[in-house]
């Protein structure tokens, strides 16, 4: 993991705060309620032991005694205990995760756009990997914690109260019950401390591991494959997982070792009223014996919050990772003037430029850049005769409609895909746009039409229609200038004379500019000035040369 | 993920069955240890009864007693973490089985890397808490409230009748609210997934949102979907929570019952001739084992949602280790290079649109063919196809006498170079000698020299790459292929990400290696493209 950003953490839990503030409605019933759940769970025991220790007393003392014996206050008690504790329960649960789903219904599109809004590079890092994966799991982390709140309050409550009725009994047994539960959360806390939060930790890091290193044999498999080292990869993973296995396995086990610290401090609470209650009543000393062992039991709400902390807390070490401000430039709008100043040229629509060169040249890192979907370098382009790299990236991107080489689509339907494009486009304007990439038959012969979903990053359509909606979504955007990425590649020479020959009335249409990234004839034959690109400089700047050679006929 | 009702769930439970199958022995000794818990949970509650019992005789008498109780209470401290070490060691060696035998279907082409990845980590994990929690509880749940009434029956027949007759509806009602709850908490468990599926689609769509400028306009997406689930959930969770709620107060109402009846027969204020005379320490050992005969149902309902998830997984699971391979026929590898012929070749994966249709080709023996084409256009495709890692979906391929419609195994024939070869911890010698691993030194030194190395072969090499460059990593890659004797060389993208100078370093390479084998080269470079004799573009 990279260095810890301190800034992005502070961002997050500022967020979390809000959250918690705005919720504070919800985290109060749901404490409240906690705390009714505890207390009444405590009292319940405590007043059924000496509702029956005193009972016993009664009936041994003869039916005079037994028939004068108030035995309906008590009754009346524990019935309004029993029901006070379910319902209490029943709320607590309902409003702590109302205020959970609440919670996390604000925060998720928080941290969708403090990521997407983040550096271009550490978001496109994200997008490809299986960091975002992890996202997931991290924010429902965060849920759980929200669920989570109200545990201290229960736990306070019930503590209260079995203290409180231990009074009655004695102040010395109150002090042995407190110092009993004391002792028991502090030796909770050190065994979480000192098992369960490294143990979860080292479960994070080797299913990290696992995966990272999954992902590299999968890249190879034809090499496993054709050297017969398939078992090797196996192996390797094998051992990997039964890394993870093991902290699993310790995390489980940590859990055991704070059941038997809460064992240990029942029982150490039990001597402690057994040695300081001699001169009670026998009913009282009843009532002190269950008070001290709910009252142990009642921290045991805590122990499941000190389990999950170590999580929580990186968790929020990572999200809050990714939270990185991007470096901040002034809002600005600029002229739709390009300018590249190592091959001595400025474009304006309606102009149109190709970019050549051979593979891996530079070309769609060029074009990437100038849109600010990669870090510009400072001087290498300009716009509106301001430095690119100075340029805030909605400035920059805002005078562009992309279309890749591989679009990358939403799991979604078609009309979902366009819309992102322009949300306000109406079903014409898509059917339009369709029709010009050439995609307009064959979604108008799917079942559901524009209403077909796609599946993941489009996997129901073909290479080349994925890459015509690419292109019919770019045409959807009215920017300034259209940026394709070998837009007709995979195509055969009916369909891409087609599409280009409804491009040139498009752009005819719209006066918008063109840069067109292509090795083939046929679309260049639409610019009139070619730059060739040659290469990358050691220092990562792209090398070109322009050709003014008008080549349209 | 799709739907699915609750009934369809049974073969997932048979097939996770046989699954466990082989660790049956440690899971009873997880769950032996779960329910021998009932063993000190009688003690503490006669300890309790036997120290209250003896105090109107003065605390001293109760002495006994509560050392009873202190011990059992112990031993319940030490049972507990000993069923959980046991539980957790019967997962790991569960979860540990089957991640081999998953990870055995794994890079076959059978699922895609990205699913095949979800089931050997969360889909593998997913088995943690069935096998450790829910297995062992929902023995317990059985056994121990009859062994605790049975105990109770000892000291007062009448209320372990009471027991039973409140552990019916107990019953009842747990497998109606049970199932309900099931239900419902498996809708919210999907609805919960789809949002964190939409999550992760809009992050790995990032590219084309900050192109579009979309960053609001789907942050509102991800925001309705997550109200639309808040809303939703809310209204699951009450049926969930009510019908915990409701075998809570099933058990308070129980306990209840026998607290009266306690009490009332020591006042001896009963209505009705009282059945069993009870003392005090009779009377507070029956309460104070009445509510332990409920907490392991209601322990196998929090555990529920275990069961679930392991069956979710399940699907994916068996489709990866379930198709055991079949020993493929093995031909005779030929001792010259082999003509290759594709005809009307389709290759369409599970659930897409095909990735190529009606690909021809012939290839005479020894020559060497660039497919050329950008990303997706099925050039890797067709060089999987020999090794049996993608399907042939239609057509046939001709390899010197044998058919890939048979599924031969190939592999002795082809030597295989891409663009990350495998780097394994070790030495460089070691490293290329994974393509043969008897190989005679010399021969190595000079596959080495042949691919370009220069100096020292036995530097060592981490398991990241260190200290090879990008180009030296290729250069491995070939090297393998130049020590393997095989007549077909297969090369994905031998020099993808490479400079222009280390590409031009590496083409003579590539040209060696392809000499005397029948060579396909898949690339998008021109470059490379014009090694070849036939330039095929896709």
Known sequence: ?553 | MTAQPIDAAAPQAQWLKAALAPRRRLMALASGLVIADAIPAVGFAAGLALAVGALPQGISHAVPGALLAVGSLLARGVLAQCATAVGARAARAVKGDLRRQVLNGAFSGRLSDAETMTATVEGVEALDGHVSRFLPARLAAGVTPLLLIAAAAVVSPFTAGILIFTLAPFVIGMALTGMAAGAESRRQFQALERLSGLFLDRIRALPAILAFQAETQQAAVIARASENLAVRTGKVLKIAFLSSAILEFFSALAVALVAVYCGFNLLKLLPFPAPDQLSLTRAFFLLALAPEVYVPMRRLSAAYHDRQAAEAAVPSLARLSDAAEAAPVRPPVPTTAPVIAFRDVEITYEAGAPVLTGFNLQIAPGATVALLGTSGSGKSSLLHLFLGLSPLSGGEVEVHDVRLSDHPDLTAWIAWAGQAPVVVPGTLAENIALAWRAAPAHRIMEAATRAGFTGDLNRIIDERGGGLSGGERRRLGLARAFLKPAPILLLDEPTANLDAASEAALLPVIRAAAEGRTTLIATHSEAVAELADVVVRL
Not at chain 1, 29 to 53: K, N, P, Q
Not at chain 1, 226 to 246: C, H, M, N, Q, S
Not at chain 1, 364 to 371: D, G, H, N, P, V
Not at chain 1, 376 to 404: C, I, K, N, Q
């Open chain 1, 1 to 553: 993991m990279s260095v810890l950003n301190a800034s992005g953490v502070a961002r997050l839990k500022t967020l979390i705060r809000a959250q918690e503030r705005r919720q504070g409605m919800r985290l109060l019933a749901a404490s409240v309620c906690a705390a009714l759940v505890y207390a009444a769970a405590v009292l319940l025991l405590g007043v059924s032991g000496w509702f029956i220790t005193a009972s016993a007393l009664a009936g041994l003392a003869g039916p005079l005694v037994a028939h004068s014996f108030n035995f309906m206050v008590p009754s009346a008690l524990i019935r309004f205990l029993a029901i006070a504790r379910t319902g209490g329960r029943y709320g607590e649960r309902i409003t702590g995760h109302d205020a959970a789903l609440k919670a996390l219904a604000a925060l998720r599109p928080q941290l969708f756009e403090g990521v997407a809004r983040g550096p271009v590079t550490r978001a496109l890092t994200l997008a490809g990997g299986e960091a975002s994966s992890r996202m997931v799991q991290d924010v429902d982390a965060i849920q759980n914690r929200f669920v989570r709140l109200s545990a201290p309050w229960g736990a306070a409550a019930g503590m209260v109260a079995g203290i409180g009725l231990a009074l009655l009994t004695g102040w010395t047994t109150a002090l042995a019950i407190a110092a009993a539960s004391a002792l028991g959360m502090l030796a909770a806390a050190l065994v979480a401390q000192g098992l369960a939060v490294p143990a979860g930790r080292a479960v994070q890091a080797a299913s990290g591991d696992l995966k990272t290193e999954f992902a590299a044999l999968a890249a190879a498999a034809p090499e496993l494959q054709a050297y017969g080292i398939k078992p090797w990869a196996v192996d390797r993973l094998t051992e990997r997982g039964a890394v993870l296995e093991r902290a699993t396995q310790s995390l489980a086990s940590a859990g055991g070792w704070i059941m038997l610290t809460q064992s240990g401090a029942i029982a150490l609470a039990i001597v402690g009223v057994m040695a300081t209650a001699a001169t009670a009543s026998p009913p009282l000393i009843a009532l002190a014996i269950l008070a001290a062992v709910t009252t142990v039991e009642s921290a045991g709400a805590l122990l499941t919050a000190f389990r999950h902390n170590g999580a929580v807390k990186a968790a929020i070490e990572r999200l809050g990772d990714l939270l990185e401000a991007s470096p901040q430039a002034a809002a600005q709008t600029v002229a739709p003037i390009i300018g590249l100043p190592a091959a001595d040229l400025s474009l304006t629509p309606p102009q149109r430029l190709a970019v050549t060169g051979p593979s891996g040249a530079g070309k769609t890192t060029l074009i990437e850049r100038l849109m600010h979907l990669r870090s510009p370098l400072p001087g290498e382009t300009t716009m509106g005769e301001v430095d690119v790299a100075g340029l805030s990236p909605d400035a920059a991107r805002a005078l562009f409609a992309y279309a890749p080489q591989q679009a990358v689509l939403l799991a979604g339907t078609v009309r979902e895909n366009l819309k992102l494009a322009l949300p306000t486009a109406d079903d014409a304007a898509l059917w339009a746009a369709l029709e010009d990439a050439d995609l307009a038959d064959r979604i108008r012969t799917a079942p559901s039409g524009l209403n077909a979903s796609l599946g993941e990053n489009g996997a129901r359509l073909s290479g080349g229609e994925r890459r015509r909606l690419g292109l019919a979504r770019a045409y959807l955007r009215p920017a300034p200038w259209l940026v394709l990425d070998e837009p007709t590649e995979g195509l055969d020479a009916a369909t891409e004379a087609r599409v280009l020959q409804r491009l040139a009335a498009r752009l005819e249409r719209t006066g918008q500019g063109l840069i067109l990234v292509s090795h083939r004839p046929a679309p260049l034959a639409l610019c009139d000035q070619r730059l060739t690109v040659t290469g990358l400089s050691a220092s990562g700047v792209v090398l070109m040369s322009l050709h003014k050679a008008r080549s349209a006929a």
